[in-house]
């Protein structure tokens, strides 16, 4: 079954414990991003990238992290959490940069994280 | 990112018709999405375009004007399914390879 994979689904954690929410993706898909979805401020770009080894930065950067050395994965690491990165957090993907036929980005379930 | 605007909520009802507008910035604009939300659950993809026009996909079109900056998403025949945060997305070239939603409209199907 084509998905996006996400985990953890939900993570309480303690403000400056690094953690990693991974994102993996079984459908060969060039394209993957980070958002946040806030109450009120909606989807927010964190991170994407073209391809393995390509990333950059989208609208809320600061405090994450990203790698894409695979084309499946593309974890998102918060070095030093603190309590205003505590969102839902959804991975996306997309076969190839937004052409006419491939637009559609497939998203992850989220994970739901919350930083004390 | 760029400003999409779009309205916070709106109310329908069974059976009804009803259009939800978008708005956005015109400079290197390159193509417009909008995804359906329902609550506690991911966006899935309902539309996209990249010219001028309606695009009709069963009970739901999807109309853009670049020259305006304007984008609309139509729901017809309307069901209690449809309750859900609609969300439009543009694409802009000036923004790298960012795609930039907005807030989301709030729709709420009454019976």
């Known amino acids: 079954e084509a998905q996006v994979t996400q985990n953890p689904r939900y993570l309480i954690t303690v403000t400056g414990k690094k953690l990693t929410v991974t994102c993996s993706q079984n459908?060969?898909?060039?394209?993957m991003s980070w958002y946040r979805q806030d109450p009120g401020l909606g989807l927010r770009q964190i991170y994407y990238?073209?391809?393995?080894?390509?990333?950059d930065k989208g609208d809320v950067p600061e405090g994450y992290k990203v790698s894409r050395k695979e084309k499946r994965n593309f974890p998102l690491i918060l070095e030093s959490p603190s309590p205003n990165q505590t969102s839902l957090y959804f991975c996306?993907?997309?076969?190839?940069?937004?052409?006419?036929?491939?637009?559609?980005?497939?998203f992850g379930e989220g994970s739901r994280l919350t930083v004390l | 990112g760029q400003n999409i605007d779009q309205p916070t909520e709106m109310t329908a009802t069974e059976g009804a018709i009803v259009q939800i507008n978008c708005t956005y910035q015109?400079?290197?604009?390159?193509?417009l999405f909008w995804y359906q939300q329902h609550a506690g659950e991911a966006p899935t993809f309902l539309s996209y375009?990249?010219?001028?026009g309606l695009e009709e996909k069963g009970r739901f079109s999807s109309f853009l004007s670049r020259s305006k900056g304007y984008s609309y998403l139509l729901l017809k025949e309307l069901q209690m399914k449809d309750s859900a945060s609609y969300l439009c997305?543009?694409?802009?070239?000036?923004?790298?390879?960012?795609?930039?939603f907005g807030k989301g409209t709030s729709l709420l199907v009454t019976p």
């Open positions: 996306a993907s997309s076969l190839s940069w937004f052409s006419r036929d491939t637009g559609e980005l497939f």
């Open positions: 375009n990249v010219l001028d």
């Open positions: 015109t400079s290197g604009f390159n193509g």
């Open positions: 997305a543009a694409f802009n070239r000036n923004s790298g390879y960012a795609l930039n």
């Open positions: 459908m060969n898909h060039e394209y």
């Open positions: 990238s073209m391809n393995v080894e390509v990333t």
